[in-house]
């Protein structure tokens, strides 16, 4: 539960969550007309940052809107939200702002609105989770990070009340990506990942996951993955911001692997805490 006192930012005001209030004629309430993005915190800095900013970039540029703010308006807003020394998570949000009238085609003049709050990360479960494979009944633009997501909305409950933690999308015979997150696999000892492009997001943990195989030697393939060569995995992995390298240890009721983490996860794993640890002590 977030505190109604927590201190957030809303177009340009530091201010308590419950102070802060936007328009119902807001776009992104009407239509989900904007994008967002989660930014982990280690020892109070935020984590890959300019990945993240250069993605959000890319997002506006998708959704044809302008960045409000400059890489260092974002850091120094960001070091003032951010509240000692744990592991949180940076939200932020930019729409397409206030319209007069509710109609789908973009407004003239309109200031964006813009959010950002930090709150605590929890721990990941580091024994492993349970997955569904589901039919990925998203849009085209997978690679805009929108805050438009019913059909990821539908995708994780479904995988929630099935007792697991994620769903993981199918399309066209592909296994993609998880409902929030990206997936790897360990198939005859090689980590895949599905390249990236239009339907998926390219993530940030993803691609630090990319750079740590690239860089200790661990076989690896951008391609994409058979969903018959999924349910056939040694291993499999999601990864995301607030979620790291997560092993999934059962898939649609059947045992992935031995039914614990694999031994390239916990390699894949010790490395990733590396990294983080590097950033808290930098
Ligand atoms: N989601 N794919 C999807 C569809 C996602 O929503 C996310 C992240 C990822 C992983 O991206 P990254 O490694 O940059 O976090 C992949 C965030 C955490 C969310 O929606 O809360």
Redesign the pocket.
């Given at each position: 539960m977030i505190s109604q006192d927590l201190i957030v930012y809303l177009n340009g005001e530091f201010l308590p969550l419950h102070q802060a209030k936007v328009s119902v004629l807001d776009r992104g309430f009407l239509f989900g007309d904007g994008v967002?993005?989660?930014i982990?915190v280690y020892g109070g800095k935020p984590f890959r940052l300019a990945e993240?900013l250069e993605?959000l970039d890319n997002s506006l540029a998708g959704i044809r809107m302008d960045q409000p703010l400059t890489s260092e308006e974002w850091g120094d807003m960001f070091a003032r939200l951010i509240q000692g020394m744990e592991d949180q998570?940076i939200?932020l949000q930019i729409t397409r702002g206030v319209g007069p009238k509710r109609d789908h085609a973009f407004p003239k003049g309109v200031a964006p609105t813009v959010f950002a709050m930090c709150t605590p990360i929890a721990p990941i479960p580091a024994s492993g989770v349970k997955a569904i494979t589901v039919p990925d009944i998203r849009w085209q633009w997978?690679h805009i990070?929108a805050v438009t997501?019913l059909a990821?909305v539908l995708q994780r409950q479904q995988a929630v009340e099935g007792g697991c933690a994620e769903a993981i999308l199918i399309r066209d015979g592909f296994a993609l990506?998880?409902?929030?997150?990206?997936l790897f696999a360990v198939l005859d000892g090689v980590l895949l990942t599905p390249p990236k492009g239009n339907d998926?997001?390219?993530?940030?943990?993803?691609?630090?996951v990319v750079e740590i195989a690239q860089d200790n030697h661990i076989p690896l393939e951008q391609r994409k993955i058979l969903e018959d060569e999924l349910h056939n995995a040694e291993e499999v992995w999601l990864?995301?911001?607030?979620?790291e390298v997560l092993p999934v240890i059962e898939l649609d009721g059947k045992t992935v692997g031995k039914g614990q983490p694999g031994p390239l996860w916990l390699r894949m794993n010790a490395l990733y805490q590396e990294h983080k640890e590097v950033l808290r002590k930098g």
């Open positions: 967002y993005e989660v982990p993240h993605r998570q939200y997978c990070k997501l990821n990506e998880g409902a929030a997150s990206n998926i997001l390219p993530g940030i943990t993803r691609d630090l990864t995301s911001s607030t979620r």
